[in-house]
């Protein structure tokens, strides 16, 4: 039997018109994978995942993969996944780092409506917020603090960066500078699939309502995409002492987007900076 996915319960919620001709492009399928195979749900005309790296048993505790995906590369695991979930999304997976794909396939992948910085890589999510700056795409970048303590989600917007305010590098600066001057991030990042999770549906709200907002749609799902645009920087606590627990990463968090600091990676901005990415002073 040819069934297909019926998404009669969207109607006054979200238009499948525009879901449909929508596509993303994802850089890390690890804790995104369910976030990938949900899109798919959804029905998200065109998915582009890239991952390198193959499932290990602690991912099943940490990600969204079972024990019989075990050694799989992991875009394959979610690709095959999507395929199953909703045959009317198309999928195509890289199983390779960004670094490596070929001219040709860095042009598909960010021919995406949405670039999505997923990584445990510093670079490799600066490298997919260079892709989207030079294409004049959306990018959303998500990640879970040390000690699973609360989410981040960046983004990168050609019309915010219009407005000199910034893109996910000048968010994030001090990492980039923290990494360039040999400071690793801890090795063995310890997390579980729930800090993951809480990210993905964050993640996954802001893609469908950047979609609608873009595509000029008036659903009232648009709201949260409009409102992320005045400030492309959405940090969410989940230990209630989030920003007060001493000696923690963020007891010693300042205002708006001076916040996104860690003690660990933190250095001081110089007056003078202007963003390597986006030529912009950020913020
Ligand atoms: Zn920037």
């Given at each position: 039997m040819n069934m297909r996915v019926d998404f009669k319960r969207f109607d006054g919620l979200l238009d499948t018109t525009i879901l449909s001709r929508s596509s993303v492009s994802a850089a890390g399928t690890g804790g995104s994978a369910s976030l990938l195979r949900n899109l798919a749900r959804l029905g998200i005309g065109k998915i582009t995942l890239a991952d390198f790296d193959s499932v290990e048993t602690h991912n099943i505790a940490t990600q969204?993969?079972?024990?019989?995906?075990?050694?799989?590369?992991k875009a394959r695991a979610v690709a095959d996944d999507i395929a199953a979930i909703n045959p009317q999304t198309e999928v195509l997976a890289h199983e390779c780092p960004i670094e490596e794909l070929t001219e040709a396939e860095r042009q598909a992948f960010t021919s995406s409506d949405i670039l999505l910085g997923?990584?445990?890589s510093i670079q490799a999510n600066g490298l997919v917020n260079q892709w989207a700056i030079e294409a004049g795409k959306d990018a959303l970048f998500g990640g879970c603090y040390a000690g699973c303590i609360g989410t981040e989600i960046t983004g990168t917007f050609p019309d915010v960066i219009a407005e000199g305010r910034g893109c996910h590098r000048c968010f994030t600066d001090p990492r980039f500078r923290a990494a360039a001057e040999g400071e690793q991030a801890p090795p063995f990042f310890q997390r579980h699939v729930l800090v993951a999770e809480m990210l993905n549906v964050q993640l996954g709200y802001l893609i469908v309502s950047l979609l609608h907002l873009r595509a000029g749609s008036d659903l009232p799902i648009t709201r949260l995409a409009r409102r992320f645009l005045q400030q492309p920087l959405l940090m969410t606590r989940i230990d209630p002492d989030f920003y007060a627990?001493?000696?923690?990463?963020?007891?010693d968090l300042a205002e708006g987007y001076g916040a996104l600091v860690s003690r660990h990676w933190h250095r001081d901005v110089p007056a003078d900076f202007i963003c390597p990415d986006c030529g912009t002073p950020g913020v």
């Open positions: 969204g993969y079972e024990l019989a995906q075990v050694g799989k590369n997923v990584t445990d627990a001493p000696g923690e990463m963020f007891s």
